[in-house]
């Protein structure tokens, strides 16, 4: 087993097709090329002696590079670490350090990564990439063997966001990429050979390595990236390439729908969809009566490789409906703080078991004994079941706000906001009240130019939520801080200094 056979199983009759398009850079790799891109970077790897087990990291973004540089070092056994380009030079020893990573692949230059750590590593930058598999001159006496590894072997370290503690590596298994994709088949989209999926959200996160560019090979449906996400790229892109499918966080398709122009634009895909945050009824609604389809939505953890449960062809009633798993793959069940299940409609902690689950976290025996119990995920997010079998997720165990000793989901809070129709975004964290033990307190992004007094959007939220739900303050800001997959940093929320 090995992420290359998604590649390497090609039927000749699609060696031709488009496999990669690298927008930026202008660069096109059909499949037959993407092959021997991937065998260029395998075999000078070996060259330079690595072996199966060793752990390469990457720290690139999106872009043709990352996906070779990815395929490449599992081609040889090697375990691919990801980084998040976001990070900065000063952040990398942390990742380096605690992977083992025996060299990284990097978009910064030799020079700034060896200025801040000092530990024995091979570096190389992007452009070297890039030189390797584009060299003509130089041919491959004899192609290296693809490694198979074992179905429960490490292949690849994937970093938690660290939002509530250091961020830790999950430890997936090749067996985990072949469950992802028998996930895909059955709960997302039948893709073919003409389809085109657009890949702006991060490629160093689950969602771009794992979600796009596995079904993307398998299905010989061509993947074209984007460096980040920016709204008339994205449309400019599905004009010119004729893109079929894209994925996003809740907050980029809240951007598009803010282009009345270019929604004719959004109307030739056949789907959109979305997840690593909570998607709100407004934003479901809105876009279906806009651009005609549904804005389909997934649940899922780098713990469980990415998928867990989707929303297909449906509104997001309520917010937070995920929908259903795949069925004899993965059973998700609610169970309270004892571990035992709770009836449908009672809130607790989503528990999940089945195939494809992480081997663990990295050198974390204590952590992973608190999250991978009895061969279940305990997925630290709450939520309940509904009667049609779909689960409604309402937010992390550790944000839920403790208002007199009634729970407070914060996403149930920004959803009333966002559907206020000058609120742009919107955030709920907990403050302490000496009182209450702790109150609501907002953050909100209005419409530019909009001006909207605190009493008077209190008032409007007095009609959707409980009184004991109401935020006692809310804070007017620039833009809501999210971290690269769209969460809400709720930790730099509460770090923020009251405006006066």
């Known amino acids: 087993m090995n992420y290359c056979d998604f590649l390497f199983n090609n039927n000749d009759k699609y060696l031709n097709n488009e496999a990669i398009v690298d927008i930026e850079k202008g660069e096109r790799l059909s499949f037959g090329e993407l092959e021997n891109a991937v065998i260029k970077v395998a075999d ?126 999950v430890m997936l298994s090749t067996g985990c990429y072949y469950t992802f994709l028998e996930k895909s088949d059955m709960r997302m989209y039948q893709y073919t050979s003409e389809d085109r999926l657009l890949c702006f959200v991060p ?18 449906a061509a993947l074209v990236f984007l460096k980040t996400f920016h709204p008339l790229k994205v449309v400019d892109a599905i004009s010119k390439e004729n893109i079929t499918h894209i994925y996003g966080v809740p907050t980029h398709y809240m951007q598009l729908l803010r282009y009345e122009s270019k929604i004719e634009e ?73 571990g035992q299940v709770v009836e449908d409609g009672t809130i607790g902690e989503l528990r999940v078991r089945g195939r494809g689950l992480m ?30 079998g779909s689960y409604v997720v309402c937010g992390r165990k550790t944000e839920f706000i403790n208002v007199a ?14 559907s206020h129709p000058n609120v742009v975004d919107s955030a709920a964290i907990g403050v302490s009240d000496q009182l209450y ?26 009609g959707k939520i409980a009184n004991f739900k109401i935020p006692k303050s809310i804070e007017f800001i620039d833009a809501i801080p999210r971290n690269n997959v769209g969460k809400i940093d709720k930790k730099a929320l509460k770090n923020r200094k009251v405006l006066k």
């Open 44 to 169: 000078f790897l070996i060259s330079k002696g690595y072996k199966p087990g060793m752990v390469i990291a990457t720290h690139l973004y999106n872009g043709a590079e990352a996906a070779i540089a990815l395929l490449a070092i599992q081609y040889i056994g090697c375990v691919i670490c990801l980084i998040d380009p976001l990070y900065k030079a000063e952040e990398l020893p942390y990742y380096l350090k605690d992977s083992g990573a025996s060299c990284i692949f990097t978009y910064l230059d030799r020079e700034s990564v060896k200025n801040v750590y000092q530990g024995e590593i091979e570096i190389f930058e992007d452009k070297e990439i890039s030189q390797i598999y584009k060299n003509t001159d130089k041919g491959i006496d004899k192609k290296p063997e693809m490694y198979e590894f074992g179905k429960d072997e490490l292949a690849m370290l994937l970093y938690t966001s660290g939002s509530t503690s250091a961020p830790k590596a």
């Open 203 to 220: 490629f160093s996160h689950g969602f771009g390595s794992i979600s796009l560019l596995i079904p993307s090979l398998a299905h010989k």
């Open 266 to 338: 959004l109307k030739k895909l056949k789907a959109a969809f979305c997840a690593a945050a909570p998607l709100s009824y407004e934003t479901s609604r809105q876009w279906k009566e806009k651009v005609g389809i549904y804005l389909d939505e997934g649940y899922g953890l780098s713990e469980t490789c990415t998928l867990i449960a989707t929303r297909i062809s449906k509104l997001s009633e309520p917010s937070g409906n995920v929908g259903f798993p795949p069925k004899g793959i993965l059973e998700v069940e609610v169970v309270d703080e004892n």
């Open 405 to 418: 000793g009634l729970k407070v989901s914060p996403i149930e809070i920004e959803s009333a906001l966002n």
């Open 359 to 388: 081997l663990g976290y990295y050198n974390r025996p204590e952590e992973t004994a608190e999250r991978l119990k009895d061969g279940c995920v305990y997925t630290g997010d709450l939520g309940y079941k509904m009667e049609d």
């Open 437 to 462: 033990g702790e109150v609501v307190k907002a953050y909100v992004v209005l419409e530019k130019g909009i001006e909207i007094r605190e009493r008077d959007l209190i008032k409007y939220l007095s």
